[in-house]
């Protein structure tokens, strides 16, 4: 049976700040949260939208380029998405395939903490891990 | 040759073209092209991050390390890197052959990732495109558009790949970040519950895989002469082969032959490939542009992948994908194999061919037990070659008495085909554009031949919202006279 929530961390561990969404996963795994999922990848795709299934909701973790600091918190709809490269969707495109192929999807937001270095084989900066802690204090909060 | 309007005369303007580091980190496609006084296409250049970094990055780290790590290239195909990376290292070890254990979980786990990656592109890239036609409203034209009008098909992408990255998490240990693979074999066997849990399936994944190469056959036959000529090109090629003339995506020797079909070697070890490949630096782009050796810079590049698999091979060493090249060479007097969107049929016939592959290997009881790790006298060279989804994969590392990784040289699919892709987005501007305005339906074009080799940019970085693609006109006075940009959720902008 699959946890109530499912919380998807999304970035490459070897590149700068891009490690914000993986880190933030670990740092979760810590915690041992009941009723909840883990999952971390480099980035998302298709059958993400397979792992949506039987969820009260969703929350996407992922390091952003721009935007607010430290973060930004957003509830996240169905969005279709096109691009030329097999490389990258959206968390709105996952849930756009989703509501096509089983109905409507679960409730889920976007914590996207702000980044500043993605640098390969740079460590995370100190701004942005800072920027991670007050983006898990507000995402725990969300989840009591 | 256009090149000439960015050399030293105007220096200035290969800065200009230049893409910035932070666009580098995120990864983007760039597209260019040059006008002659008449406004005729003279130049198109695709701009795509390389991965010089990473080679790098790896120095100085322990050599076991590296089959991990090198899966940070790429999230699409990390299990190509993983395993370029462990056929290296195997030969630093000295394991100069690995155990048929750890061969064919090694098998098992490469085909997973070609099933997963190709019904990743077919599915969700290009089936749109093929689908609801290259003018078709853009709103349409991705997944989306799929799962609507065709939610079988759709659905079947999607179990398609989840059922490739199962098979890749039983064997690599994990869904991502896998560690299956190590210098010298592999570090785990399959339980039974595994082995019958994945051949319960694979039955209906090669069923559905085989309708997929069908539907990419009737798509040609209506769209005949659209689709032999799009973007399509002569050129050599370079692939792997097996030892009796086979298509084998895991092992072999290079095959090399020319557009007319003159073979230039043939079943050479892959440990010398140095000896006939050569990389040339161009100024106004990061990636570089390999060659024959003996052709020259010039003349010497060449395509690499599915088209070139498929079609160069001898045979397909599994019945159903066989049949299928059959057709495909035979179709159409041969058009449909020297058609760059005949890649897509091509990438069909491997994932058919891939999961009849997976149906075998899960049916040798090797994969349940059996030696794990091989090893013999150390060395501190080795070279690992692999057919990835994208094309030839080579891996090139020297290793000192430390353990340390002292230089690491990776040629990727998308290096290996960089000029081939340049060639087939200037055939297509030489067509589809219309005066000096860029509009939608060009930039449209253009990524429809950039799909059918799914370049890989810097994929393994992520970071919200960025992935566009960049689409300038430069005028024979090297000024840019128009732009556009697609952003990654799909609009367009001037």
């Known amino acids: ?144 | 040759m256009a090149f000439e309007l960015e050399t030293a005369e105007h220096p200035e303007k290969l800065r200009r073209v230049a893409i910035e580091p932070i666009s580098r980190v995120e990864g983007h496609g760039k597209v260019t092209l040059l006008l002659d006084e008449d406004n005729h296409v003279k130049q198109a250049r695709l701009h795509i991050v390389e991965f010089r970094g990473f080679e790098k990055f790896v120095q100085g780290r322990p050599y076991w390390e590296i089959p991990v790590m090198v899966q940070r290239l790429c999230g699409i195909c990390p299990v190509s890197h993983h395993l370029a990376a462990s056929k290296a290292l195997d030969q630093i070890v000295g394991a100069t052959h690995v155990s048929p254990t750890a061969e064919k979980i090694r098998r098992l786990m490469h085909y997973g990732q070609i099933l997963q990656s190709h019904a990743l592109h077919f599915f969700h890239l290009a089936s749109p495109d093929l689908l609801f036609g290259f003018d078709s409203d853009v709103a349409k034209r991705n997944i989306v558009g799929v799962a609507a009008d065709y939610p079988d098909l759709a659905r079947q992408g999607i179990l398609l790949r989840k059922y490739g990255q199962e098979v890749i998490r039983v064997t690599a240990g994990k869904r991502v970040h896998g560690t299956g693979s190590v210098p010298g074999g592999v570090n785990k066997h399959l339980t039974r519950e595994e082995r019958d849990a994945l051949l319960k399936e694979a039955y209906q994944i090669i069923g559905w895989s085989r309708d997929a190469v069908h539907l990419v056959k009737r798509l040609f036959e209506q769209n005949l002469e659209l689709y032999n000529e799009f973007g399509s090109f002569p050129a050599h090629t370079l692939n792997l082969i097996r030892a009796d003339g086979a298509m084998d995506l895991y092992h072999g020797g290079l095959r090399a032959r020319t557009m007319d079909g003159k073979t230039l070697f043939d079943h050479l070890d892959y440990n010398h490939y140095w000896d006939h490949v050569f990389e040339q630096v161009k100024p106004w782009s990061y990636m570089k542009f390999p060659y024959f050796r003996d052709l020259g810079p010039a003349e010497g590049w060449y395509r690499v992948g599915p088209l070139t698999r498929v079609s160069q091979c001898d045979f397909i060493p599994t019945p159903l994908a066989d049949r299928e090249r059959q057709d495909f060479i035979a179709f159409d007097a041969g058009h449909a194999a020297a058609a760059t969107l005949g890649t897509h049929w091509a990438r069909m016939i491997e994932m058919l061919h891939s999961a009849e592959m997976i149906k075998d290997l899960l049916h040798d009881d090797d994969v349940l037990a059996g030696d794990l790790v091989t090893t013999g006298e150390r060395q501190g060279r080795g070279v690992g070659v692999i057919e990835a989804p994208r094309g030839t994969l080579i891996h090139h590392y020297r290793v000192d008495e430390h353990d340390q990784v002292i230089r690491a040289n990776l040629i990727v699919s998308t290096t290996h085909n960089n000029q081939a892709m340049n060639e087939s987005i200037r055939a297509v501007a030489r067509k589809y554009l219309d005066g000096r305005e860029l509009t939608e339906g060009l930039l449209n074009h253009i990524e429809v031949a950039i799909r059918a080799f799914d370049p890989c940019l810097s994929c393994a970085t992520h970071a919200l919202g960025k992935m566009p693609l960049r689409l300038e006109l430069i005028d024979a006075e090297g000024r840019q006279i128009d732009r556009m940009v697609r952003a990654g959720d799909g609009t367009c902008s001037c």
């Open chain 1, 1 to 144: 049976m699959s946890a109530a929530t499912l919380i998807v961390g999304i970035g490459n561990p070897s590149r700068g700040d891009d490690a914000l969404g993986p880190l933030a996963i670990e740092r979760l795994e810590a915690m041992a949260m009941a009723d909840v999922e883990l999952l971390t990848d480099f980035q998302l795709q298709v059958e993400y939208a397979l792992d949506l299934q039987d969820r009260r909701r969703v929350v996407f973790v992922d390091a952003a380029e721009s935007g607010p600091e430290p973060y930004a918190w957003a509830e996240v709809r169905p969005e279709q998405d096109t691009s030329y490269s097999s490389h990258e969707l959206s968390p709105a495109a996952v849930l756009h395939t989703y509501a096509q192929l089983y109905g409507t999807p679960p409730v889920a937001h976007v914590l996207a903490v702000r980044g500043y270095r993605y640098d390969l084989g740079a460590p995370p900066s100190p701004a942005a891990l800072a920027n991670l802690d007050q983006a898990i204090r507000r995402l725990l909060a969300e989840l009591a």
